[in-house]
């Protein structure tokens, strides 16, 4: 009965599998069909061609992203419950059809021939009880099913029964299962997220699915699944609101690159594609910083008193010439006396514009009287100068080479970039800015015009920017003839539907929008990506406790309808400007408010991956070291306890250590060959380390980020965050303590990596 019913199961996930390749494959020729076209050199036919391609071209793409487990779940529904009804009462459209009492649940959602549902998208309000069921609140389902699976095949189902005392003797003996979240916490790690669409709990599914709308905190220890359910609940909304997320976009920001790479393939495994991934130093289009100050420097990058800094020397590089100045016009001198200059800046400053927008005010308004007084000087030379003649004196004075010095030392254009690298490189200029600050102080900002900027420096060059706007020469007119073009595609887009005879297939609105991408040469995401004043629909900000005032300020321009989602954990804030409790965190975004007012809190309390001897000790040590820890209960123990290995007698200090270290992951490896191993050491000791192991274990070792890729990855405890191995070598944790600032929210991060073992090297 068993074998029968996990075959008959097997049957049922092959037929999806057999709909999402004809799928494909309608999408393939659609393609094809499209490129056949034979358009000419009309512009708006190629126009509507590239068009149609781009959306069968990302129809395909998302039909390829979830090959892997399509189905893993099914619901059966009770007779008689709500749950077979919709809303108002009517039938369930969700339904496959009106006399089964099953639904599968899957990545995306699937439909016949007949277009009934064969198979629910896992964010459709149909499928919520999949993971919020339970015995005590069944929510009018008999019992839910797991279903496991290597590549397309169906390997094993785990069954849970809600009412078990409706079961017949026949359906108790198919029942099986050990749970399918333990089989996924089982799992080896291979150095990239996976989804946990199939193992959502309840608490969890409970915050993906909450509603768009406000800033959102969600409070968990490690291990909790803070960053899965984040990734999830940006798939769920941009799944529930598409009609609103579908223009904006949503950004997910995250603290490395190495946590990027961790996660980047989430998303296109759930059927969305068209996120922003950032790291906080990939913000300023055209700007990829991954230096960290040492962090003297970055307290002071971080504090918001930064930016009046920034908003002071911009005004500073407005100024009024203390003498009359003679300039030379074509061979004729004139004196520009310093009134013309202060009434163009107060005219340019009266506009509110930003600098650089304000300063073309300043030149016309300067020009226009320096105009008038040259006409007025020719003419006492006995010229004849006419209003005709103004258009070319104004053109000798803007091209002359003394006027452009003038008018520039006055108001001087300037990109962002260069404002913060005259303020680092010029001491004085900065001493006069800052009277108030020690010497010491400004000497942490001190650094040379080629330094490369540092991730902390990006919020201070976005407020920069944002300060100085940029010469735009766009206006009313533009923007009329913008929305002008915008009704034109889609009274384009819906004639195309009708000629290509793909109606219900397509809609107008969505064809309109890839007309302006293929214009713009991008989809939403990557013009999102490279334009710095994109406002997204929603902003999702993981370890979010690690970040400074000033870098909250970035966030709150890249999402001012104040819709987030931040999760993170006050007790792993490491970095020395970030926040000590989540009211003084997110006050950057809605002020002092309290919680429940400008935002509300989520706590995640069970510990899928840290076992249960390794968070007791993580936990304990956190404690023990005043952090405000979470209290979480881990769902599994390892088998494995923590071990210690001490450094090798008679050896140099560092030479000891490194044998232990080397000792250390080859015991590992002897345990589980293929499990992944994260080595975490001081900054000093990375590149010794790394060296080390490598030359015992040649191309199985990388550094950061690209060690990801390599069963062993050494790391720091900064750049551990956020990310899980099978087993966590850490090095010489005392020093950790000691020598990092925070060093025991460090060291809590690094115990709480693993899923199966954790050891230590010490001296």
């Known amino acids: 009965m068993v074998s029968s019913e996990l075959d008959r199961e097997r049957d049922y996930v092959a037929k999806l599998y057999e709909r999402l390749d004809e799928l494909r494959a309608d999408a393939q020729r659609q393609l094809e069909r499209v490129h056949r076209q034979d358009v000419g050199g009309n512009h708006q036919s190629r126009s509507e061609r590239d068009a149609f391609a781009r959306i069968f071209e990302d129809r395909i793409v998302q039909l390829n992203e979830v090959d892997e487990r399509l189905a893993f ?26 006399e089964s009492p099953y639904r599968y649940i899957g990545r995306i959602g699937l439909r016949d021939e007949n277009l009934r549902p064969i198979l629910l998208d896992w964010r459709v309000p149909q499928a919520g009880p999949f993971y919020q069921a339970t015995a005590a609140t069944p929510m009018g389902i008999r019992s839910r099913r797991h279903l496991l699976s290597r590549g397309r095949r169906i390997v094993k189902i785990e069954d849970e029964v809600f009412d078990s005392s409706s079961l017949t003797d026949a359906e108790a003996s198919t029942l099986q299962g050990e749970g399918a979240l333990m089989a ?56 529930s609101y598409r009609d609103r997320l579908r223009s904006s976009g949503v950004l997910v920001v995250g603290p ?25 130093g990939q913000l300023f289009p055209g700007v990829d910083a991954t230096e960290e100050d040492v962090p003297e420097v970055a307290v002071v990058k971080g504090a918001t008193e930064m930016a009046s800094l920034i908003e002071r020397a911009i005004r500073s590089r407005q100024r009024v010439p203390a003498e009359p100045q003679v300039l030379d016009v074509n061979g004729e001198s004139l004196t520009l006396e310093p009134q013309v200059i202060a009434t163009a800046i107060a005219r340019a400053q009266e506009s509110r514009k930003p600098y650089n927008e304000a300063r073309v005010t300043f030149v016309k308004t300067a020009l226009a009287d320096m105009t008038r007084a040259l006409a007025a000087q020719l003419r006492s030379h006995g010229n004849t100068v006419d209003e005709d003649d103004y258009g070319m004196l104004r053109e000798d004075l803007r091209s002359a080479y003394d006027v452009r010095v003038a008018l520039n030392t006055a108001w001087i254009p300037l990109t962002p970039q260069k404002l913060l690298q005259d303020l680092y490189a010029r001491p004085q200029w900065l001493a006069d800015l800052t009277p108030n600050w020690s010497p010491a102080k400004r000497a942490l900002l001190r650094r040379d015009r080629d330094a490369p900027f540092t991730v902390s420096d990006i919020p201070l060059l976005d407020e920069a920017a944002e300060h100085l706007g940029e010469h735009n020469d766009r206006n009313a007119a533009v923007d009329r003839e913008a929305k002008k073009q915008r009704k034109r595609d889609i009274e384009n887009a ?5 000629n290509m005879d793909v109606e219900g297939l397509v809609h107008a609105e969505d064809l309109a929008d890839t007309f302006a991408e293929q214009a713009s040469r991008g989809t939403t995401a990557e013009r999102a990506a490279g334009d710095r004043t994109w406002t997204y629909g929603h902003v999702v900000v993981d370890e979010a406790q690690e970040l400074s005032p000033m870098q909250w300020r970035l966030l709150r321009r890249r999402g001012p309808l104040r819709s987030f989602t931040i999760v993170g954990d006050i007790a792993q804030a490491s970095a020395a400007s970030s926040a000590r409790s989540w009211n003084e965190a997110v006050a950057p975004l809605v002020g002092r408010a309290r919680r429940g007012e400008g935002w509300r809190l989520e706590e995640l309390t069970v510990n899928y991956r840290t076992p249960s001897q390794i968070a007791e000790a993580a936990q304990a040590m956190a404690e023990e070291h005043g952090l405000p820890v979470t209290r979480s209960t881990s769902v599994r123990e390892s088998q494995w306890p923590i071990t210690t290995v001490r450094a090798w007698a008679g050896l140099p200090p560092q030479d000891a250590l490194q044998q232990a270290t080397l000792e250390a992951v080859t015991a ?10 994260g080595v975490i050491v001081l900054p000093d000791s990375l590149e010794r380390t790394a060296a080390t192991l490598a030359e015992a274990m040649p191309g199985d070792v990388g550094i950061g980020a690209s060690g990801l890729s ?29 020598d990092i600032p925070r060093g025991a929210s460090a060291l809590y991060v690094s115990m709480t990596r693993p899923t199966q073992r954790l050891t230590f090297v010490v001296g």
């Not at 998303?267 to 922003?276: F, H, I, K, Q, R």
């Not at 819906?494 to 009708?498: G, K, S, Y």
């Not at 590992?668 to 191993?677: F, M, Q, V, Y």
């Open 73 to 98: 779940g099914r619901l059966e529904v009770a007779a008689g419950s709500d749950a077979r009804r919709s809303e108002d009462g009517s039938p369930d459209d969700n339904t496959p059809d009106d």
């Open 184 to 239: 996924s916490l089982g799992a080896e790690r291979t150095g990239r997220m996976h989804d946990i669409v199939a193992t959502i709990q309840a608490e969890q599914d409970r915050i993906i699915r909450s509603e768009l709308p406000g800033v959102l905190v969600v409070q968990g220890g490690p291990g909790t699944g803070k960053t899965a359910v984040a990734l999830h609940r940006a798939a769920y909304l941009l799944y």
């Open 256 to 280: 490395s690159r190495a946590f990027l790479q961790y996660i980047e393939a989430v998303l296109p495994s759930l059927g969305e594609t068209g996120v922003v991934l950032a790291s906080v």
């Open 494 to 498: 819906e004639n195309a539907i009708r």
């Open 668 to 677: 590992d490896r002897a345990i589980d060959s293929l499990g992944t191993i």
């Open 710 to 738: 390599r069963q062993v990855a050494v790391m720091t405890p900064q750049e551990s965050k956020g990310l899980e191995f099978d087993s966590v070598v850490i090095v010489e944790p005392d020093r950790i303590l000691s």
